[in-house]
């Protein structure tokens, strides 16, 4: 404490040698002391607000007897996730109808291959190519 004193002293020593010097030693520290308490009410109020904004966020309810706290954000995620399910079983269909259709587009190419192959060899086509529909082709 005495050196605390000491030094408190020494720096409000006015000389007429070092006054500006001091002066500026004292801007400095009561800069620093100011920066400092101005962060510290900084920092308190956004911790306030931030315990401000979940308590309104959240929902109190009772359940057996008990207050229960129950976030909205939950009851708002319900309805973005089930809008979400349904565009993924919506594009899900449309995928199923679009596979259908290649693999239709796939049954007439073989048909046509089979037959043209019916028409240049006159033989028994290969295995994969026997359970396949045969089409007329006319010219």
């Given at each position: 404490m005495h050196s605390l004193l000491r030094t408190f002293g020494k720096i409000c020593n006015y000389t007429n040698k070092g006054m500006e010097h001091h002066r500026s030693i004292i801007l400095c520290a009561l800069f620093l002391v100011m920066?400092?308490?101005g962060s510290v009410i900084i920092f308190q109020n956004y911790r306030i607000r931030q315990a401000h904004r979940r308590s309104e966020n959240l929902q109190v309810e009772l359940v057996d007897g008990?207050?229960?706290?129950?976030?909205k954000e939950l009851q708002q995620l319900r309805?973005?996730?089930?809008?979400l399910v349904r565009k993924h079983r919506t594009?899900?269909?449309?995928l199923n109808k679009q596979i259908e259709e290649v693999q239709k587009e796939v049954e007439?190419?073989?048909?046509i291959e089979t037959n043209k192959y019916l028409i240049n060899s006159?033989?028994?086509p290969h295995k994969c190519m026997q359970n396949t529909p045969k089409l007329r082709i006319t010219w």
């Open positions: 920066g400092s308490v008990h207050l229960k706290e129950i976030e309805p973005s996730y089930e809008s594009t899900a269909i449309s007439l190419w073989k048909a006159k033989t028994v």
